[in-house]
């Protein structure tokens, strides 16, 4: 009763209205282009393909490779990001540590891969510590006497080096979150448990992984959307890589965009992006019951 | 003595988590302490690793190269005009939104847009970027400043909103009843009660959008212009030369005058971004 | 403690405003108050320092003109000048390759007008070199280019690792015939493999430190590849598309070239030259890393560098023919590549005109001397011009009879989208793994088709 008091539209008006014409122009455009053929040279003369676009694309080889390969560098950044994440916030939210000054020192350089910029993570990762010769990862593994590779020049490793690269940059995000997860979980709670008996193990497994699964849930949606559409580490780390080892969609959409010159075609594969992701967050949000969040 | 036994045990747990921390911050710092390394390093002798860390041969001349020819100033100026337009154009439109969002009354609206909110936070930016190429040609729009502000906001409004919700959710009814009580409009009630009660979570959404769009690249390629081309996008043409090798300290370089600044900046706010990358995923 | 977090907001936003204002003040010192600023698209190779030490910095003092030079990859140059010329905000001047321009060719400025003004003499240039340069299809009759080094590749190698006998008795027993510079593809697959050695074995009695490679070229995806795969395409006889736009691309020959060159890359080639764009195959060759190497004459000063290991070693070489071509071509053949500068329609067009012919016409021969490039009639006659670098004597004849079979591109504006790049993927493809030689080829079919019908020359 107070709330009707508010008019809470007015505030929403101006942001929805913007909102809808700075995303939803866009879209609406890409849906549009994929039914022409615009070549970006000769622009000014599209003509109408109906669905053309979207056939070809089902009969590119090369797109159900980029939809293979983004998979599994979506899949294989959030795996790894919550890994390291909850590992270093179990350590972090531990009982001596947690909310201490130490912590908040930590804390404050566990930012740093976030908030270095993306193409600069990039370049870095391609020219000092992937490089074949001169990176930082082949001096380490040849200190502890393992065989230097190639990383970014063989066709089985580039994807594996690009997925480390941007776990790398995401993993603040999932030690943030865990890290205040984990944070809350009152002392006394696990005091009792391991006055019951309880080693860390269990506790972590009994105990905290289960308070903490609905956080677990919510960062994966979050990493695994970021790492889908993922762009200038990709860009820069690899380009499409050796055997387009690492020719995510979002490069394929610059690249047919662009270089082929495509740009029917290049928006028809972006669309499809947007379809599939518009689908997967809505099953996930059903399934998970994520339509809650932020209503108090 | 089984005390002292365990008194020992529990510092040496403290010693081994600090160590784990610590092999972790070596992690997230090395790359960028190697990049730094890089710059100072003479361009022409490619390093090796510890070759790298030894102080001998420093130089500025990358330094001077990027600058001159990466015209890097200005394109720091662009990046810096972006972002900070970006940065108060989303503050302020995003938060009057978010505040709206959390007085609706109805459960199932506020739960419908924030579905609507939620869900834009997943679009890809490729599939902003590449037609509004297309449109803003058509508009006259191509390179302009507002074009990309547009886009950064498009980008950044799903976040920040979502943000701002947590924020003001946060905000204890009983204030904002007495202001009315007190004859406030909801404006005012907005701008001298609420607004002032999530100060800290405006710096935090302020110094994430900030991040975020100085950050960005992809509309930086193809929606800035000659004129409003931010450094993002300026390093990319150190990338890729004539020679094997020879450009890595430039590159470097101009790498480190980019990340270097943003990364200082981060650790000075860094309890802003931590409450603000936090909030609203943590649920009593 | 709401006061604690205003001050700082405060004190947060004053920084951020001072770092603004003074990186504003720190940009206008880059950007003088010049009448005019030219914007000039180029791409990276020996040439670049001489316009920047010298050309640029000399016309800049006498005239007031600020020259910018952005230097990107071949690939994203002209990727670039086709996303800023389409989306109206081209460059003044950017480099003209026949293949590419029709990526812009609406965009370019005809240089007629400016050539009658300022009494440009187009006689200075051999005939072929203003049809392949200068001239093309998509504006038909207009001069739209300036051109600086029309060139086609062709081979250098290591002549004393040729001419050393411990090599030519070790490649005897191995091959059964003599150590000669390779005249075949097949050939040169031997010679290649035969070169190719790991750190630790010997070279004409040295040790080697590093890997030497056989033979290499530039092979990034797709530009670089397409590039390289050219001078195996072209040399198998075919030519893509004919006059009524029928297509060769299906002839079995292109899958026999595509699969032969698929060997070579994986045998003999550096894993590194994946990344490559253009020319850095050359400085591994001058370090002595490669025994041969694909040369495109604009790159013969990185080869020839006097402090490189290959230098007075080097020898050159007419690209290799491939057995049973479709065109009993003699020798191998790319196509005519190499370019100009082209500038485009905008309101510095003339400005750009005038340092173009400040630097052709007044600096000619200087000009040559600081790049060891060819367009001009003076260059190739000049007793002063021959006699500036020593390698002129090996090097020129060979350039001359390459260039007597360089493809002259079919100048459509579609060449860049169904020949160049297409013919990168192709490779490019073939040679990774990623798909098999006759699905690469049917893509590369069905993408001309689709070009030529979107374009309207098929019905």
């Not at chain 1, 690249?255 to 379809?275: K, P, W």
């Not at chain 3, 720190?26 to 108050?33: G, L, M, P, R, W």
């Not at chain 3, 160049?420 to 192709?426: I, R, V």
């Amino acid at each position: 009763m107070l709330k009707k008091y508010f008019k809470p539209w007015r505030f929403i008006m101006p942001g929805l209205i913007l909102g809808l014409i700075t995303l939803g122009v866009p879209i609406y455009q890409a849906l549009k282009n994929s039914f022409y053929d615009i070549r970006l040279y000769r622009l000014g003369s599209e003509f109408f393909v109906g669905f053309d676009n979207y056939i070809n694309l089902w009969n590119d080889s090369i797109f159900l490779l980029a939809v293979r390969v983004t998979l599994i560098f979506t899949i294989g950044c959030t795996i790894l990001s919550i890994f390291f994440g909850l590992s270093v916030a179990s350590v972090l939210s531990s009982d001596k540590i947690r909310g201490s000054l130490v912590a908040r020192f930590f804390m404050a350089f566990f930012i740093v891969p976030f908030v270095a910029t993306q193409v600069v993570t990039g370049v870095m990762g391609r020219l000092f510590i992937w490089d074949a010769e001169f990176g930082l990862i082949n001096y380490l593994l040849n200190t502890i006497g393992l065989q230097a590779q190639a990383w970014l020049t063989s066709p089985n490793l580039a994807l594996p080096a690009a997925i480390i690269t941007n776990s790398w940059r995401l993993t603040p995000l999932a030690l943030l979150v865990l890290y205040a997860a984990l944070a809350t979980i009152p002392e006394t709670l696990i005091e009792s448990a391991k006055i019951d008996g309880a080693n860390e193990i269990m506790i972590f497994l009994k105990i905290k992984l289960p308070m903490i699964k609905y956080h677990i849930i919510f960062v994966s949606m979050i990493l695994m959307t970021s790492a889908f559409r993922e762009f200038d580490v990709i860009y820069s780390l690899t380009g499409r890589g050796p055997r387009r080892a690492t020719n995510v969609l979002s490069l394929m959409v610059y690249e047919q965009g662009v270089s082929v010159a495509d740009m029917g075609y290049a928006n028809a594969i972006a669309f499809t992006m947007f379809l599939i992701v518009a689908v997967v967050t809505v099953i996930f949000i059903k399934i998970f019951k994520l339509g809650d969040v932020g209503v108090s | 003595m089984k005390l002292i036994i365990k008194k020992l045990k529990k510092h040496y747990d403290y010693l081994i988590k600090l160590l784990l921390l610590s092999i972790w911050l070596v992690i997230c710092i090395t790359p960028i302490l190697i990049l730094f390394m890089a710059s100072i390093s003479d361009t022409a002798i490619f390093q090796t690793i510890p070759d790298l860390f030894s102080l001998e041969g420093t130089t500025l001349v990358n330094y001077r190269i990027s600058i001159n020819q990466g015209n890097f100033f200005f394109h720091l100026r662009n990046s810096l005009i972006i972002a900070g337009s970006a940065l108060a154009l989303v503050l302020v439109v995003c938060t009057p939104m978010a505040y709206g969002i959390t007085k609706l009354s109805s459960r199932k609206a506020k739960s419908a847009v924030v579905f609507g909110v939620l869900s834009t936070r997943f679009i890809p930016y490729v599939v902003i970027a590449m037609p509004l190429y297309l449109l803003f040609r058509q508009m006259g729009l191509s390179g302009s400043l507002p074009g990309v502000i547009m886009a950064h906001l498009a980008m950044q409004m799903p976040f920040i909103v979502w943000l701002m919700v947590g924020f003001f959710d946060g905000i204890p009814g009983e204030v904002e009843e007495a202001a009315i009580i007190d004859g406030c409009t909801p404006f005012q009630i907005f701008f001298k009660v609420s607004l002032p009660m999530v100060l800290p979570g405006l710096n935090a959404a302020a110094i994430l959008a900030f991040i975020m769009s100085y950050n960005e690249f992809l509309f930086g390629l193809f929606l800035a212009g000659p004129n409003t081309r931010p450094l993002t996008v300026g390093i990319m043409r150190f990338v890729g030369g004539v020679e094997v090798g020879a450009q890595y300290g430039v590159v470097a370089a101009y790498g480190s005058m980019i990340v270097v600044p943003i990364i200082i900046f981060a650790l000075i706010v860094n309890r802003y971004i931590v409450s603000g990358m936090t909030q609203g995923a943590v649920k009593e | 403690m709401i006061n604690l977090t205003k001050r700082k907001s405060i004190l947060v936003f004053l920084v951020a405003a001072l770092v603004i204002t003074a990186s504003m003040f720190f940009s206008t010192i880059n950007v003088q108050a010049e009448t005019v600023t030219l914007r000039w698209a180029v791409h990276p190779g020996p040439h670049v320092e001489p316009f920047e030490d010298y050309f640029v910095p000399k016309y800049e003092e006498e005239h007031d003109v600020e020259i910018i030079m952005e230097q990107l990859p071949p690939d994203n140059m002209w990727q670039q000048m086709m996303l800023e010329a389409q989306g109206g905000t081209p460059y003044d001047m950017g480099y003209h390759s026949p293949g590419w321009f029709g990526y812009y060719y609406e965009h370019v400025k005809g240089l007629d007008e400016y050539i009658e003004k300022y009494d440009f003499d187009l006689d200075a240039y051999p005939d072929s070199v203003i049809e392949s340069h200068m001239l093309h299809d998509s504006r038909p009759g207009e001069i739209i280019a300036i051109a600086r080094n029309p060139q086609t590749p062709f081979i250098v190698y290591r002549e004393d690792w040729f001419a050393d006998s411990g090599e030519q008795e070790a490649f005897e027993s191995e091959y059964g015939r003599e150590l000669t510079v390779p005249e075949t593809w097949e050939e040169l697959y031997e010679v290649a493999e035969f070169f190719t050695r790991e750190a630790g074995a010997t070279i004409a009695g040295e040790t080697l430190e590093n890997d030497l490679y056989g033979y290499s070229a530039s092979i990034n995806a797709p530009g670089g590849m397409a590039r390289a795969f050219l001078g195996i395409f072209y040399s198998l006889g075919l030519e893509g598309f004919d006059a009524d736009f029928q297509t060769d691309l299906d002839n079995d020959i292109l899958l026999e070239g595509v699969e032969y060159w698929s060997n070579l890359v994986n045998d003999v080639f550096p894993a590194a030259a994946s990344t490559w764009d253009f020319l850095e195959h050359l400085s591994y060759f001058r370090d002595g890393r490669l025994a041969m190497a694909e040369l495109w004459p604009e790159g013969v000063l990185t080869a020839e560098d006097p402090d490189g290991e290959a230098h007075g070693n080097v020898g050159y070489s007419t690209l290799p023919r491939w057995e049973n071509n479709l065109q009993d071509l003699p020798i191998g053949r790319s196509f005519m590549g190499g370019g100009g500068h082209l500038i485009f329609d905008t309101p510095n067009s003339e400005e750009a005109f005038k340092f173009l012919q400040w630097v052709y016409e007044d600096q000619a021969i200087e000009f040559n001397k600081r790049t060891a490039m060819f367009s001009r009639n003076e260059h190739f006659e000049s007793e002063e011009v021959l006699g500036f670098h020593e390698f002129y004597d090996d090097f020129l004849p060979v350039f001359q009879e390459q260039m007597e079979y360089g493809f002259a591109r079919q100048p459509i504006p579609e060449y860049g989208a169904v020949m160049y790049n297409p013919s990168g993927e192709f490779a490019a493809d073939v040679v990774e793994g990623v798909m098999s030689a006759e699905e690469a080829q049917q893509r590369w079919i069905d993408r001309m088709m689709r070009e030529f019908e979107a374009a309207g020359y098929l019905e």
